[in-house]
Every structure is written in C-alpha cells, then in structure tokens.
C-alpha cells in the first residue's frame, strides 16, 4: 500500500507482497519484507519486488537511509550498509528480541533492541551493545 497524503489515504501498489515484517527509509524509497521465501527488497516505493539473493532469513528489519539491520529468528544480527542488498553477520544479540530500530542522526548510526530483558543501543553498527539509559528528564 502507497500513501502520498501523510497517511489520510492509502491505494494499492504494485506487486502484492506477503510479508511477515516490513521495513521502509524515510523517504520510502528503498523497502525490505520479511517473506516466507526470504528477504525482498523494493527500491520503487514498493511497486516492485524482487529477492535479494544470499540475503539471512531475518525475521525483524529496520532500515534508515543505506543503512539497514536485520534479525534471525536464533538472534543473530545482520547489517548492510547499501540498503539490503548485501549483508554482514555481527555477534549475537538475543534470542528473544521483539523489536529493534535502526536511527541515523548527525551522521550517528544507533541500533536499538528490546527484549524481555530491557531495552540495549548499539553505536558501532551491531559490533556491541549497551543497556540504554534514561535520557535526562525521562526517568
């Protein structure tokens, strides 16, 4: 679905796709899903679809910009750094992550995870983790 009216209204686009999870940048140019098949990438806002090959079977994506982060159903993260199109594996995270983001601000590249566990951000890329902290003023 395709929205040019801030969300007031939505059409269908382009080929159907039926993903477990979607992942879109800002400017919704470049979206990957989750699919039983594998990971799909659109770089058409979402009228066409097509498997990127090789890709990990990630069940959760964040995307922002070129930079993008995926998640295994084991725990593993994978990132890229062109948009989905190839991907690296980094350590571990966790087996039971039910959400995660990705943020680039200033040119700072931040992962963010939650798991049963608590909330961890990652500023390297998924190399390593840290346990958020409450941002002054919000504890």
Excluded: C
Excluded at 32 to 42: I, P, Q, Y
């Amino acid at each position: 679905m395709l929205t040019n009216k801030g969300g007031s209204s939505w059409e269908l686009a382009g080929d159907q796709v039926p993903a477990y999870h979607l992942a879109a940048a800002t400017d919704g140019h470049v979206a990957l899903a989750t699919t039983e098949s594998g990971l799909m990438r659109s770089n058409d806002h979402g009228n066409s679809w097509n498997r990127v090959p090789g890709a990990p079977l990630v069940m959760i994506t964040a995307i922002s910009g070129n930079q993008a982060a995926g998640i295994t159903p084991d725990g593993a993260l994978y990132v890229s750094s062109d948009g989905g199109l190839q991907w690296r594996k980094q350590p571990a995270t966790s087996k039971d992550v039910a959400a995660m983001d990705l943020v680039v601000k200033d040119g700072d590249t931040q992962i963010w995870i939650a798991s049963a566990t608590g909330v961890r951000v990652s500023r390297d890329m998924g190399r390593t983790f840290t346990d958020a902290e409450p941002q002054k003023g919000q504890e």
